[in-house]
């Protein structure tokens, strides 16, 4: 038997595109043929999945798609209470796949058949035992012998031979050839004849164009046009100073560093120091972290920053693309951030500066319960006026919350698409310094002052089910507005 692999997916490759292993087998003929995929967690002896495969029609290959296996296998990190880079172990998962295949057990034998006691005798090597219940096909149908044709007794077995209960007074051409094969067609099971390891897929998904041109070396960092795992602008792309970024990278595990260069010529980086296969990086405005470098990163006169990966411990060479963030300075009337998790498993986020408007849906259950009233030093029955009739039961507040973002760019406006279709979004939420009156500072112009006091992150739904796809040969303005649903609901007393 040969197996041929005929196809197989890159081996650093998005989970949620598809993941499909092609494979040919000399045996795809045989009675009874499946291919069998095992897969495992990378080396290691625990198997995941088991899957029976019959050869496909014209073709005859075994083919199977993993990716919704190995969806269930990632999810994504986030850890908002660190700035320093962290491993991503739940945003990966390795894999091995090993190919076998089982089919009919049949023994075709080319001997000639002898006497055996007045018994039929095969000679042919088997594994067959007394008792065993068979079948045997001759290659004339049984015209020469009839009475060897079909279901028979094995009567005794060795390695080479076995016997069963023909009379050899029946046989009147012992030179035609035949096969023979277990009677309740059990077969034989051969795993591991084709072993594909070292594979690894990330929590990310590839539009349908984009997917037929994905190349793993293209988020190999090791030059400077290599990528980070995220879809988010290397260029044009405005934040506020409150908000956070978490973004995913491979990690190539040297003595490596992220780079932050701003644009008052200044140069910062931190030095990872996780072995998993995978990074996650804070480099937001807000949660860069403790850089080494002199000076601060974002000063009252920095207009941008560049984020990047170098390798080398001193003087370290640009290996991957330069992700350029804009400061974005201009007046707050309200301040709402949307982390989400974008399609190649980073977390980026939208900052929705302008009016805010939060609404409560209020849901109720009730019954109408019977007055029990009392009776009076009159005899007279009656009630208390503050008895209910109605009663309310388990209720339920929702609050939804309408935001605005200020005018963005064509590179934020198309990135935009990924908050309002992600799977996994959180709303931060600001508080700022207020008088003792809880009255919002202002300054001696009259403006507001935002100081932030506390944040919290909060999950929360996206519940836009339609968008426009914002163009400037459209519109020289874009912004866009959506609606968020708090995931947790408050509860209720009572």
């Known amino acids: 038997m040969a197996q041929t692999t005929i196809a197989r997916p890159q081996t650093f490759s998005p989970a949620y595109n598809p993941l499909k292993f092609i494979i040919d087998s000399t ?17 290691t002896a625990n198997k995941i999945a088991e899957y029976k495969v019959l050869p496909t029609f014209g073709t005859g290959y075994g083919e ?25 172990p739940n945003s990966y998962f390795n894999f091995d796949v090993n190919i076998g ?13 002898t006497n055996a006691s007045g018994s039929v005798q095969i000679n042919v090597a088997n594994s067959f035992a007394p008792g065993d219940q068979v079948i045997i096909t001759q290659a004339d149908g049984g015209v020469a012998n009839p009475q060897l044709e079909g279901l028979h007794t094995v009567v005794s077995a060795t390695g080479s031979v076995f016997v069963v209960n023909v009379n050899w007074s029946t046989i009147t051409d012992a030179t035609i050839n035949g096969s023979v094969s277990y009677a309740d067609k059990r077969k034989t099971i051969v795993r591991d004849i084709t072993e594909l390891n070292g594979n690894s897929v990330f929590n990310g998904a ?23 795992l995220t879809n988010q602008p290397t260029a044009n792309f405005h934040c506020t100073l409150g908000q956070d970024l978490y973004l995913n990278l491979q990690n190539p595990k040297g003595f490596d560093r992220i780079i932050f260069d701003n644009s008052n010529g200044s140069s ?3 030095a990872p120091s996780s072995m998993d296969d995978i990074l996650q990086v804070p480099c937001g405005p807000n949660n860069y972290g403790i850089l080494v470098g002199a000076g601060d990163l974002i000063d009252n006169d920095t207009e941008w920053y560049d984020v990047y990966f170098g390798s080398g411990a001193t003087l370290p060479l640009q290996d991957s693309v330069k992700y350029r963030i804009y400061i974005d300075r201009r007046v707050l009337i309200s301040e709402y951030h949307v982390l989400f998790l974008d399609r190649l498993g980073s977390w980026s986020s939208f900052a929705f500066q302008l009016k805010s408007y939060e609404r409560g849906e209020i849901s109720r259950d009730m019954y109408n319960r019977d007055v029990t009233g009392y009776v009076n030093a009159s005899d007279q029955w009656t009630y208390k006026t503050e008895e209910f009739g109605f009663n309310t039961f388990n209720l339920n507040l929702i609050k939804r919350i309408d935001l605005n973002t200020n005018w963005m760019t064509q590179e934020m406006a198309t990135y935009f698409e990924e908050l309002v279709t992600s799977p996994q979004t959180f709303l931060k939420i600001v508080n700022y310094v207020t008088t003792e009156d809880g009255v919002p500072l202002i300054d001696e ?14 999950p929360c739904i996206v519940e836009n089910n339609a968008y426009e796809m914002l163009n400037q040969r459209n519109k020289n303005l874009m912004r866009h507005s959506i609606s968020v649903r708090l995931a947790n609901q408050d509860n209720i007393n009572g």
């Open 206 to 228: 590839f539009r349908w164009l984009d997917w037929t041109v994905y190349d793993k070396n293209d988020y190999k960092l090791n030059g400077v046009t290599k990528q980070w």
């Open 64 to 88: 199977e798609d993993l990716s919704k296996l190995l969806q269930s296998k990632v999810s994504w990190d986030l850890n908002t209470e660190l700035t320093s880079s962290y491993g991503a």
């Open 27 to 43: 045996n795809k003929n045989l009675a009874g043929f499946r291919y069998i995929f095992d897969v495992y967690e990378a080396g």
């Open 268 to 270: 910062f980086y931190k």
């Open 101 to 113: 295949e089982e089919y009919v057990t049949e023994v075709a034998y080319t001997s000639s058949l």
């Open 445 to 458: 112009d009259g403006c507001p002052i935002h100081i932030p006091e506390s944040t919290a992150y909060q």
